[in-house]
């Protein structure tokens, strides 16, 4: 089954830095999912990607599926406080298999 | 907006009693799944359910599993035994024809 690493593990920016996570799948990407998770609540939908090159945005963050699909990368403008939490990516449809997350910090 | 609904939010059992959880899906949603989350790892797939039977399980998903859509609109995980490592956070998600997956806020389980 897929085997999903996200980079870095956690991360701490000062508000209005931009940032990028990344998620290297050991197998081509066939969709590849962006969730935002507070600890002890449940996963948000941030979005989906299916096609290699594919690019998404979302209010201030944006996510793209590399060429050559095995690699996505979730890249947030402007970081607010609200931005906080732990970016998970999820992949092997339909029944996904996720990364170890992201754990954001945003210093106000 | 449209939600995936989950109760009990948290359910504290002992050691070998039944749980039944309970999942309200995306009503127009044809795909519905139970992932859990034991504090501190990662988001696990358990099962994945398709026009009224299993489509996928994962090893996690025993004989002491078994999910059912009693109805037009209830989507339940029962755990026959539980376990003390059965202490988790179980989410159900559903997912429409656009492939969007999305996840209800889960259920604490919590075993003693």
């Known amino acids: 089954s897929q085997e999903l690493e996200q980079s870095p593990q956690s991360l701490i920016v000062q508000e209005g830095k931009n940032l990028t996570i990344n998620c290297t799948s050991s197998?081509?990407?066939?969709?590849l999912y962006w969730y935002k998770q507070k600890y002890g609540e449940g996963l948000i939908f941030l979005m989906m990607?299916?096609?290699?090159?594919e690019e998404k945005s979302h209010e201030k963050i944006t996510a793209k599926l590399d060429e050559k699909k095995q690699q996505s990368s979730l890249h947030i403008t402007a970081s607010q406080p609200s931005h906080a939490g732990i970016y998970l990516c999820?992949?092997?449809?339909?029944?996904?298999?996720f990364g170890a997350g992201t754990r954001l910090t945003v210093k106000p | 907006e449209p939600e995936v609904t989950q109760t009990p939010s948290h359910q504290v059992t002992q050691m070998g009693q039944e749980v039944i959880l309970r999942c309200v899906p995306i009503?127009?949603?044809?795909?519905f799944y139970w992932y859990r989350q034991i504090l501190g790892q990662k988001v696990e797939f358990l099962v994945s359910?398709?026009?009224?039977?299993?489509?996928?399980k994962s090893e996690i998903f025993d004989d002491q599993f078994s999910v059912e859509r009693p109805d037009g609109s209830n989507f339940t995980l029962k755990i026959r035994s539980t376990k003390l490592e059965d202490s988790a956070m179980y989410f159900c998600?559903?997912?429409?024809?656009?492939?969007?997956?999305?996840f209800g806020p889960g259920t604490r389980l919590t075993v003693t």
């Open positions: 999820g992949a092997d449809l339909p029944s996904l298999r």
């Open positions: 197998k081509t990407l066939y969709g």
């Open positions: 990607l299916q096609k290699g090159g």
């Open positions: 009503s127009n949603h044809l795909y």
């Open positions: 359910f398709y026009n009224n039977e299993i489509s996928e």
């Open positions: 998600a559903s997912m429409g024809a656009g492939y969007e997956q999305y």
